[in-house]
């Protein structure tokens, strides 16, 4: 069954630390892994995703993630927070033509 | 990057009326659109899948006669809250693929906050 677990519900983080979000995933055919964030009362916004090739993949915002299939983890970084990072990051996974699963999300808080 | 509209953002309603929210894909093609509802702190919960001149499919647990969903062109999906009550108070956001590109990527609609008061 599929299935993404992100084990940290909520993380706080000081401003110009670094950050890492945890992702596990559960796919039965090869996946094809999303990172997205959102703003309170927001939509979702595409950070980043990866489909094949190089497993570390770069995307908006200074935000890099990588996939390693050995462990189903496709773990989301930033080398040095930003307070306007502060937001909802959920991680999901699909294929083809069908609906993404969602993890349940993370709440980054960051302080001054 | 692909644009989809959502609309309205927000909406207030009466118990025991149909509130409609309109999904459009401004600059491509969408064959498929999903719409998810999402509760207070918690994940999004795909409701059902829409197909451009199909009926939609429904999630388990989602009233298909509540939640009418149309995609009567390959640019706008519509999903009509029927005898809206306040228990279907809920953030809900629509997706939409670019079936031209051949990829995954699913653009989302900045989301819909309905209140039933």
């Known amino acids: 069954a599929q299935s993404v677990t992100q084990p940290d519900i909520h993380i706080t983080v000081s401003e110009g630390a670094s950050l890492e979000l945890r992702c596990n995933y559960s796919?039965?055919?090869?996946?094809?892994l999303f990172w997205y964030v959102q703003s309170p009362g927001q939509g979702l916004q595409l950070l980043l995703k990866?489909?094949?090739?190089?497993?570390l993949v770069q995307g908006i915002k200074g935000f890099e993630a990588e996939f390693k299939r050995s462990q189903s983890s496709f773990n989301l970084r930033k080398p040095s927070v930003h307070w306007s990072d502060a937001a909802e990051y959920f991680c999901a996974v699909g294929s083809g033509a069908n609906n993404l699963f969602f993890g349940t999300g993370t709440r980054l808080t960051v302080i001054p | 990057g692909a644009v989809v509209s959502q609309h309205p953002s927000w909406v207030i309603c009466k118990s025991g009326t149909s509130v409609k929210i309109e999904c459009r894909s401004l600059?491509?093609?969408?064959?498929?659109m999903f719409w998810y509802r999402q509760f207070p702190k918690q994940s999004l919960m795909l409701m059902a899948t829409?197909?451009?001149?199909?009926?939609?499919?429904?999630e388990q647990g989602v009233e298909k006669d509540k939640f009418l969903i149309n995609h009567a062109s390959l640019t706008l999906s519509t999903l009509t809250v029927t005898s809206a009550h306040p228990e279907d108070s809920s953030f809900y956001i629509c997706?939409?693929?670019?079936?031209?590109?051949?990829?995954?990527?699913?653009?989302f609609g900045q989301g819909t906050r309905l209140t039933v008061v």
């Open positions: 829409s197909n451009e001149g199909s009926k939609a499919t429904y």
């Open positions: 990866y489909f094949s090739g190089d497993t």
């Open positions: 600059d491509f093609q969408a064959t498929t």
């Open positions: 997706s939409a693929r670019d079936g031209g590109r051949g990829l995954a990527e699913a653009f």
């Open positions: 796919y039965g055919a090869t996946p094809y």
